[in-house]
């Protein structure tokens, strides 16, 4: 419910799942509800496969991506995907998000992946499990973990992120938004401008993640 407040969804877009990892279950927004309307008892709970454990609704058309990241992102509890203007139009533009400045180091040291768009085949086929995959395979490609970064931009469509719940999966979306858009103004006043040098990438995340980390009380 708090995409919309963010302003990161419009109308029914978006979802957010909450996995509970001793039981191998996660809990999804219904598809098509409006967020205004959600409760407890509206949600539905599946299994990592995309099977139905209880709800008397239908799941996110988007279920099967959460449960192929589940599966495969063994330590996360929460996923969230918005189609937020800034981050989509990176996703759309099939381009990294370039760390640019500090704000980006505070998060993460890498730029955000953007993952390729999917084959035809791929999309005739299983396209939300693909998706999963998709998502899977570009943080491979680039060498990343999902503790390495916790958001990406599916090619095409928009972002996914996640974190140890949905609450961090909702703020990491946030976040990513905020990022993108601060990198969409930067390429407007400055078409050449620069990575952010390594020091200062360094002394960022360090400052707020590292095991000397001082940021906070
Ligand atoms: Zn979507």
Same mark, same amino acid.
């Given at each position: 419910m708090q995409l919309?407040?963010? $302003?990161?969804?419009?109308?029914?877009?978006?979802?957010?799942?909450?996995?509970?990892?001793?039981?191998?279950?996660?809990?999804?927004?219904?598809? $098509?509800?409006?967020?205004?309307?959600?409760?407890?008892?509206?949600?539905?709970?599946?299994?990592?496969?995309?099977?139905?454990?209880?709800?008397?609704?239908?799941?996110?058309?988007?279920?099967?991506?959460?449960?192929?990241?589940?599966?495969?992102?063994?330590?996360? $509890? $929460?996923?969230?995907?918005?189609?937020?203007?800034?981050?989509?139009?990176?996703?759309?533009?099939?381009?990294?998000?370039?760390?640019?400045?500090?704000?980006?180091?505070?998060?993460?040291?890498?730029?955000?992946?953007?993952?390729?768009?999917?084959?035809?085949?791929?999309i005739q086929g299983n396209y939300e499990y693909e998706t999963g995959f998709q998502i899977i395979n570009a943080l491979k490609e680039k060498k990343l973990s999902y503790t390495d970064i916790e958001m990406v931009l599916v090619g095409n469509h928009a972002p996914f992120t996640w974190g140890k719940d949905a609450s961090k999966a909702v703020y990491n979306s946030a976040v990513l938004e905020e990022i993108a858009k601060m990198a969409f103004i930067t390429e407007t006043i400055k078409t050449d401008a620069l990575r952010l040098k390594d020091a200062l990438i360094k002394k960022h995340y360090e400052r707020k993640h590292g095991k000397d980390s001082y940021y906070g009380q």
């Open positions: 919309p407040q963010l $302003g990161l969804v419009l109308f029914t877009f978006g979802n957010v799942s909450a996995a509970d990892r001793n039981l191998n279950v996660f809990a999804i927004k219904p598809s $098509g509800v409006p967020y205004e309307d959600l409760t407890p008892q509206k949600m539905v709970v599946v299994d990592f496969d995309g099977n139905i454990v209880e709800g008397n609704l239908r799941p996110s058309s988007d279920t099967l991506t959460h449960a192929v990241l589940y599966k495969n992102f063994e330590t996360i $509890g $929460g996923i969230a995907h918005t189609h937020s203007t800034y981050a989509t139009a990176w996703a759309q533009s099939l381009r990294d998000i370039p760390i640019y400045g500090t704000t980006h180091a505070d998060h993460t040291t890498y730029d955000i992946p953007c993952a390729a768009p999917m084959n035809d085949e791929m």
